[in-house]
């Protein structure tokens, strides 16, 4: 094993840090009307997508998104060895009839609103080691889907607590590549995967599934806690310590652990859950959820930012409840995971350009 | 990225192939009546596991097969890297709740029953690709938490027509060791990873849920096509070509379709489906599936005919169903996914020895 690789108990630093060449961002309206509208690559105002049912709806997103990444990549379907693809719905039914027509060899993956994380550093692992030069990571949520899938019946209109989340309609993919592929676009500034941390299984009992910030926080907690500890830096390493979907409720209990951890954060911590919409104007309570909220957000408005230099170095850190209906209707509680990206952007000569 | 690991299309060949250093292998009381009984490390008669609820029992299942296999493997949970894991439940809620005791940095899979191809095809590639010593992949399946999650409530005792499977009620467990681990079993004989050939989404429109064989086989074939290619071999290149759960119906599909595209493979095919019961004497018509039905039959019976030489390389193609009662009762086809991992033996010289 070459040992430079792994750092610490739970870390990786990549030799040949894989290269991020293509992002897709698709939105739906609500989320167009977010704070990071104008940074998605498609707004679409039918929630249906043209489908029949939501879960094709969801499909369609994903497809999508994984075309507008591999038309920025300047790739066809063929040429992406890997697809490390998941979402929300039992038995992955977005992603499988989403991704289906693209024959692209696929691993399924599951880690609730964590997936864009999982995927992004399995993804790198399988370029950085060398199995293929390019790889898609991709996910994606739908309200509709999800509120069928987890809650109520939409017809319904049952309240809301002030600590729920809206699941976020939207779907993003990334393509990687490696350092030695062919890739035309050094000009720019481009962000580049630097290492990762895996997360753990988290449970601290919590049983409220209207409250998944508090479900998730204790696992952002502790995969950025060990991210320091195994990189032997704080938080002042980053620019941006950016979380998932924790929400305003798990966003401040998050700040709270790691303050009783000995580290302040407040000044790098971003939460694109609390970011997403604007929560008072558009009745989302503590904020933005779903694998799609930290997958736009990344693949719009993170990359651009980074893109630009404005922000260095990011640690994205996607976090999922793992809530499912028939464990929480057994009494089960709710337990979480998070899994956090090292993001860093190099300067090109022509930061103003799109990519 | 080091050319020799990328094998055409679709596969790779291992530079340093991971060895198995421990498997584990729960199974229940109808499986231990089966026709591999006696390989099984643990055959439990209550249902349940002691356990309140059937997701519960497969959690449990999950952890005992994964203390055997760390057992054997002469591991504690903190020295392995990285935990592969999936079950067939909406949320992998079985796995989430079986390792959380663990503390093992975590990837979720699901590939519906090819889940043990896909968590070693991920795991192999974590181990060669330098990221890890020790990581382990794991799944299982329930009889009775498949059937309450895909079909009908136990109580109701529908009738079964004969192309349907049995659900396995079982969990497999492997420990993958990097080759330059410590490892002190050399004198016995064990089993490499060499390489894999990874699945892309195949459906070919088949909508019967009672027919899950005639689903996958077109993605076990696509699977076990694109290896002889990648690899230049033919079925001769194997003493045994081994799908997961194709049953009596999916096998003789396989047989004709590989036929169809110019290979003889029915001297080296065996389908772990098809044998793991007795289906007349023990009514599985078909015979078995679920991740459960390859996993312990490889940590059972496959591994140990293996180790003393019997069989030298195999190539073990797990296979899915992508079943989901959302999409199946919205009109939708099942489509299938197979992934091909690649083991070969090296002798030991103590060939009789237990692993």
Same mark, same amino acid.
């Given at each position: ?51 029949? $049912? &939501?879960?094709?709806?969801? +499909?369609?997103?994903?497809? /999508? !998104?994984?075309?507008? %990444?591999?038309? =920025? ?91 729920? $989340? &809206?699941?976020?309609?939207? +779907?993003?993919?990334?393509? /990687? !590549?490696?350092?030695? %592929?062919?890739? =035309? ?171």
């Amino acid at each position: 094993m070459d040992k430079k690789k792994a750092v610490g108990r739970r870390s990786v630093l990549f030799n040949h840090p894989p290269v991020i060449i293509g992002a897709g961002s698709v939105a739906g309206e609500k989320e167009g009307q977010g704070a990071f509208g104008k940074y998605y690559d498609m707004v679409e105002s039918d929630p249906l997508f043209g489908a029949q $049912t &939501w879960e094709e709806a969801e +499909s369609k997103m994903q497809q /999508l !998104a994984a075309q507008v %990444a591999l038309r =920025k990549a300047g790739l066809e379907p063929k040429e992406v060895r890997y697809l490390v693809a998941g979402d929300l719905l039992g038995q992955l039914i977005a992603t499988s009839f989403g991704i289906m027509n693209f024959n692209i060899p696929m691993f399924g993956v599951y880690g609730a609103c964590s997936t864009m994380g999982e995927s992004l550093v399995i993804g790198s692992m399988l370029v950085d080691g060398g199995y293929g030069d390019y790889v898609m990571a991709l996910t994606s949520s739908h309200f509709a889907s999800a509120e069928k899938q987890f809650r109520y019946p939409l017809a319904y209109g049952n309240q809301r607590p002030y600590s729920a $989340t &809206w699941t976020v309609t939207g +779907s993003g993919a990334v393509v /990687l !590549a490696s350092s030695e %592929a062919r890739w =035309k676009r050094k000009e720019v500034g481009y962000v580049e995967v630097r290492g990762a941390t895996t997360g753990i299984i988290t449970d601290y009992g919590i049983k409220d599934s209207m409250n998944m910030g508090a479900c998730m926080a204790p696992a952002a907690a502790d995969c950025i806690l060990n991210n320091f500890k195994d990189m032997g830096v704080g938080p002042d390493y980053y620019d941006r310590i950016i979380t998932g979907d924790l929400g305003t409720i798990g966003q401040k209990i998050l700040v709270d652990m790691m303050q009783g951890y000995g580290y302040d954060i407040e000044k790098q911590h971003f939460d694109c859950g609390t970011e997403i919409y604007y929560n008072e104007e558009q009745d989302t309570n503590a904020g933005g959820s779903g694998c799609g909220c930290s997958a736009i957000t990344l693949c719009g408005f993170i990359l651009q930012k980074m893109r630009k230099n404005q922000w260095k170095r990011v640690l994205f850190v996607p976090t999922g409840a793992l809530l499912s209906t028939v464990s929480f209707n057994e009494g089960n509680s709710i337990p979480g995971i998070a899994h956090g990206v090292m993001l860093e952007a190099v300067a090109g000569t022509q930061t103003e350009k799109e990519l």
